[in-house]
C-alpha cells in the first residue's frame, strides 16, 4: 500500500512557533488537520497567533525557551506522547568573523544547535511511543558558506551532522531524523532586501533565477511529518531552487 502523506491527528511539536518558518508550518499543519503544540519564548504573541488557526482541536500553547535546561524540562513534562518534532526554534547574529564576540557565538550556537540536540534527546521517550519523526530545520548555509553569519553557518552544519548521527542511533528506538535545508526564502522580514543591487545579484546566483516562497517547504515538510517518508531517516532535504549546486 502506498504510505499516505496525510498528517491528520498526528501530534506535531512545532518549537519557534511564533514567527517565521516556523509560524508557517504552524498554518499549513494546521489546515491538514494536525493535532499542534506550539512553544515559543512569546507566549502572547504565540497565542495570538494560535487563535486565528482554523483547527478541529485548538493548538497548545506553551512558553518555551530552548537555551534554558528548566524550560526544556517544564515542556517535555507537558508531552507524554509525540509524533513529530519540528525542531525549528533558531536565531542570527550578524559580525565579521573577526569581530564575532563569545556572547554571540553562545547564544546562536546556544539556541541553534545545543537546545535542539537536547531537546530532542528529553523528547525521545514520547516519541519512541509512536514511532515518531525528528524534523530539524536546518539552511542551505549548513552546506555552503556566507560572510559575517559565522556562529550560524556553524551552528547549521552541526544541525546537518546532528541529524545524521541522531538517525543512525535512534532507529533501534523506531524513531527517523532528517534535516530540511531551505535555501533563500523570501519573508516579510527581508522582501526590502531583495530589492536592492545586493540581493538582485544574489537571485542571479539561484540556478532557477528566483527566491524560494514559503509554499515551496509545504510539500518537503508533509513528506517529512508523514509516512510517505517512513523509509527516510538520515536524509538531508534541501529546498533552494539548485543553490547549492550552483558553479562557484
Same mark, same amino acid.
Given at each position: 500500500m502506498t504510505p499516505s502523506l496525510s498528517v491528520a491527528n498526528k501530534r506535531v511539536?512545532?518549537?519557534g512557533a511564533s514567527s517565521g518558518l516556523g509560524q508557517h508550518f504552524a498554518k499549513v499543519l494546521a489546515a491538514q488537520g494536525a493535532q499542534l503544540i506550539l512553544a515559543a519564548r512569546r507566549l502572547d504573541r504565540l497565542q495570538a497567533f494560535a487563535d486565528t488557526l482554523e483547527c478541529s482541536v485548538s493548538p497548545i500553547c506553551l512558553s518555551f525557551d530552548v537555551t534554558d535546561a528548566a524550560s526544556r524540562a517544564a515542556l517535555v513534562k507537558q508531552i507524554d506522547t509525540l509524533d513529530v518534532l519540528i525542531n525549528n526554534a533558531g536565531i542570527v547574529r550578524e559580525?565579521?568573523?573577526a569581530k564575532h564576540s563569545q556572547d554571540d557565538w553562545d547564544a546562536v550556537l546556544?539556541?541553534? !544547535?545545543k537546545g535542539m540536540f537536547f531537546l530532542a534527546q528529553a523528547l525521545l521517550p514520547a516519541l519512541q511511543t509512536t514511532g515518531g519523526s525528528i524534523i530539524?530545520?536546518?539552511s542551505i548555509l549548513g552546506l555552503r558558506q556566507?560572510?559575517?553569519?559565522v556562529s550560524y553557518t556553524v551552528s547549521k552544519a552541526g544541525v546537518i551532522q546532528l541529524s545524521k548521527t541522531l538517525a543512525l542511533e535512534w532507529a533501534r528506538y523506531g524513531v527517523r531524523v532528517n534535516a530540511l535545508a531551505p535555501?533563500?526564502?523570501e519573508t516579510e522580514f527581508n522582501s526590502e532586501f531583495w530589492q536592492t543591487d545586493a540581493g538582485k545579484a544574489l537571485i542571479k546566483r539561484i540556478p532557477q533565477r528566483r527566491l524560494g516562497q514559503l509554499e515551496d517547504l509545504d510539500g518537503p515538510l508533509l513528506l !517529512?511529518?508523514?509516512d510517505a517518508s517512513r523509509y527516510m531517516t538520515g536524509?538531508?532535504?534541501v529546498v533552494d531552487g539548485g543553490h547549492v549546486v550552483s558553479t562557484l
Open positions: 511539536l512545532v518549537t559580525s565579521p568573523a546556544d539556541t541553534n !544547535l530539524n530545520v536546518a556566507a560572510g559575517g553569519i535555501g533563500y526564502i !517529512l511529518c508523514s536524509s538531508v532535504l
